[in-house]
Structures are given as structure tokens and as C-alpha cells.
């Protein structure tokens, strides 16, 4: 079985602390992405990594950062969290041809 | 740009009867179709996709959907729900080319006893 885990279910951070969400997975996928969750407006991608080193930037990149120095782990970074940031956020990976990405869990984060 | 629109935000529906959950898309030449399910405190699992071939498709928990190219649908169905298809139901789409999913809003399905 696939299996994409994230490094926290739940998170409470303060306005202006750096935030890092930590997304493994485990079946060598080349594409990695981070998701963003709000009630009444679907997903939206804020980045996606085609390879290690390499992204690109999704729908709403602004407030956020990435990192993947190893094929199997994707980080996302909150330079400096605002309220506005609370929300899940979903990690997902896909290899280039088989058009399906696998989920985590998700991480509840809340800023207060 | 391509964009989803999933029509009904929640659809309250009552044990054993059918449902239809509904999903179009904005056109675009080659287009791969998805359909993803959310149970409560989870993340999204796939439901069943469209690649090419057959315009029907199948998952194993009864649901199908239909790819209608003429009117850029991809609407979900069960003939007969439980209690445990209670979830939340994202329609997703692939550009031909891309490696990008663009998902709908979702539609909140409640199945009642």
C-alpha cells in the first residue's frame, strides 16, 4: 500500500512563528504536492515538486515556501504564520504517468 | 484555465435510495476526469478515474460516473447508498500534458437512516 504520511495531525502555532509541514512518502514517487483545504473551497494547490530540488508554484503560493532535498520528503514552510493560514493542509504524491496521487493525512493548523 | 464546478455543495439523501452527484468542467482538447471521496477526519482517497476507453467507469463500492464530452460532464452515481457512503466527494480534472489536479468545491453527501 501507498502510504504518504504528514508529521502532524493537529498544530496550533502563533502569528509570526515559522511553521514546518513535513510530508514523507514511501513508493518513490516524482511528484509531490502540497494542498490547501477550506470549507466551501475545495483544494488548491499552493506548490508541486516534479523532482528533488525542483517546484513549482501552485494557485495560491503567496505566504509559503517548500523544500525537498530528498526524493521522499516534502516540506512546506510558513516563513512567518498570519491567521489567515489556518486550515488543513494535504500533501499528496503521483508518479509522472499513472495520473492518481495518493493522500495524507492532513494537517489541521491553526494560528492564533 | 481549466476550472471544475461540482452544483451542489451538500445533497441529503435517505438510505437505499439513488443518488447523482454532479461535476463539469471547463473544455479542453484532452482532459482525464476523477473522482475523490473524503471520510470524516481523513484524507482524499480515489474513487474512480476516466483516462480514455469506455465513457463509463466503475468503482469497487457500486458507484460509477459517466465522461460526456459534449457536455463537458463527469457526474457521480450509486442506485442505492449506505449509510457509510456519508462523505465528502470532490470531482477532479487533468490536463492532458499536465501533472496538475484542479479540484472542485466538493459536495457533501449525507446519507440518512
Known amino acids: 500500500d501507498v502510504k504518504v504520511t504528514q508529521s502532524s495531525r493537529y498544530l496550533v502555532k502563533r502569528t509570526g512563528e515559522k511553521v514546518f509541514l513535513e510530508c514523507v512518502q514511501d513508493m518513490d514517487h516524482e511528484n509531490m504536492f502540497w494542498y490547501r483545504q477550506d470549507p466551501g473551497l475545495g483544494l488548491r494547490l499552493i506548490y508541486f515538486?516534479?523532482?528533488?530540488?525542483?517546484?513549482e508554484k501552485g494557485d495560491i503560493p503567496e505566504g509559503y515556501s517548500v523544500s525537498r532535498e530528498k526524493k521522499e520528503r516534502f516540506s512546506l514552510i510558513l516563513e512567518s504564520a498570519s491567521t489567515n493560514q489556518t486550515s488543513m493542509y494535504l500533501c499528496?504524491?503521483?508518479?509522472?504517468?499513472?495520473?492518481?496521487?495518493?493522500f495524507g493525512p492532513g494537517t489541521r493548523l491553526t494560528v492564533t | 484555465a481549466q476550472s471544475v464546478t461540482q452544483l451542489d455543495s451538500q445533497v441529503p439523501v435517505f438510505e437505499e435510495a439513488p443518488v447523482e452527484l454532479r461535476c463539469n468542467y471547463s473544455s479542453s482538447v484532452s482532459v482525464y476526469l476523477f473522482w475523490y471521496v473524503q471520510y470524516p477526519n481523513q484524507g482524499l482517497q480515489l474513487l474512480l478515474k476516466?483516462?480514455?476507453?469506455?465513457?463509463l467507469v466503475e468503482s469497487i463500492n457500486g458507484f460509477e460516473a459517466e465522461f460526456n464530452k459534449s457536455q463537458t460532464s463527469f457526474h457521480l452515481r450509486k442506485p442505492s447508498v449506505h449509510i457509510s457512503d456519508t462523505a465528502e466527494y470532490f470531482c477532479a480534472v487533468m490536463k492532458g500534458g499536465s501533472e496538475k489536479l484542479v479540484f472542485g468545491k466538493g459536495t457533501k453527501l449525507t446519507v440518512n437512516p
Open positions: 476516466y483516462l480514455s476507453g469506455s465513457t
Open positions: 515538486s516534479y523532482d528533488v530540488k525542483m517546484k
Open positions: 499528496a504524491s503521483g508518479g509522472p504517468t499513472s495520473y492518481e496521487q495518493y
